[in-house]
């Protein structure tokens, strides 16, 4: 069976960067699935299977398409009850839905202020136009005039993970002794971080980097691919 | 057999206002099992059953004796497996542990500087002292030097339940469709906050807000009985 995950990149497809499509590379490892990843830049992803989504990840898994990465961890689910869980139940599904939500309210906008230069200037000219354009319109600043906070950004970012570094306290990752889909969510925004950037921007001693080179190593290593 | 469930309690005994103590009401009630509550003061935690834990709360269950809320969580679902779920699963389990720690690391702090001054006066005179020493320690300001950002820290104050604004939209619990423990834990902290300072400071029309109506309907209004 056919599996392809369409997701994005800038000028170098070998350097997919999206969060999003992150968490799925990691959910479709987790279950032990084959699939060709296809990056695209921004302004290509309406073309993706005659237009089936304004956003990536679009995965196709044979004659199945589904959009979106929590509805792709579900069908992934569903699909696959034999394979290794993503979610370990009711319970873990629908709080995975609160881990989502802090990361995309607190950790996404984070990273968007540290990295939005890096990920303006990984992109073709095409797609800049198209980012410049669309960030103003979402942030009500441009770039620059964003980017000219990076240092103060950078300097609170590791307060925005004191939720995960308290629960470190108690266990190795989100999902207990094992990862599920919820680690993959907040490793999805921090490798865009790392991707993008160059580095997750936090202190050697952080229990979140011990986390965060755990999750790199899962997998036979996938995540480290990318340099 | 007989279950105590010790927690916590100014001058007036009808008003126990401690956190992790509503955690474990909401918890014991969704269990469906009787139990009896005995508020006490700070200053008599180190006498209960003898001095067996330094906090509360503190569940006697039968010839059990269990301290701390998680752990008492934890004790409910593996002595009364046939009743309602706490956790819907192991997932469900760990990632109880994330939704504590954002409850701990970010509304609790908040709480403390906005109520610190009505908690203070809710105390019986020998509390009173020990509140003023231990709070002093844990913070390093006084009580009235915490209580004068007050009006700031109630105006900061929706800001911290961003996660769960945004998982609001998806679904009407943390547990999904229905409360698990990981809603008494958010649950708790705004009853205290509701108990000790008269509100949980949110817009009316913050979906925040009607989360918390709905978990003051549950079983039977249970936690409506403290004005």
């Not at 370990?88 to 989502?100: C, I, L, P, S, Y």
């Not at 073709?124 to 136009?129: E, G, I, L, R």
């Not at 680690?183 to 993008?196: R, S």
């Amino acid at each position: 069976m056919s599996r392809t995950l369409y997701s994005l990149c800038g000028t170098d497809r070998a350097r997919p960067f999206s969060p999003h499509c992150w968490k799925v590379v990691m959910a479709l490892k987790h279950k032990g699935l084959a699939y060709v990843e296809q990056p695209l830049p921004f302004t290509a992803i309406s073309e993706i299977e005659g237009g089936v989504s304004k956003t990536v990840p679009v995965l196709r898994d044979g004659d199945r398409l589904v959009a979106d990465s929590f509805a792709i961890a579900l069908h992934l689910e569903q699909a696959y009850p034999e394979r290794p869980s993503l979610f370990a139940g009711e319970g873990g599904k629908a709080m995975a839905r609160f881990v989502e939500s802090y990361s995309q309210t607190t950790i996404h906008p984070a990273v968007t202020r540290i990295a939005i230069q890096q990920i303006h200037d990984m992109l073709d000219p095409h797609d800049q136009a198209y980012f410049r354009e669309s960030r103003k319109e979402r942030l009500g600043r441009t770039v620059e005039e964003v980017a000219a906070g990076r240092d103060a950004e950078i300097r609170d970012f590791p307060a925005t993970l004191k939720p995960l570094r308290h629960m470190l306290g108690h266990q190795p990752f989100i999902g207990g002794q094992a990862p599920l889909f919820a680690d993959y969510i907040v490793f999805g925004a921090l490798q865009w971080l790392k991707i993008t950037s160059g580095s997750v921007h936090l202190p050697a001693d952080d229990p979140v980097l011990d986390w965060f080179e755990r999750c790199l190593d899962l997998h036979d290593g996938e995540a480290r691919r990318i340099a």
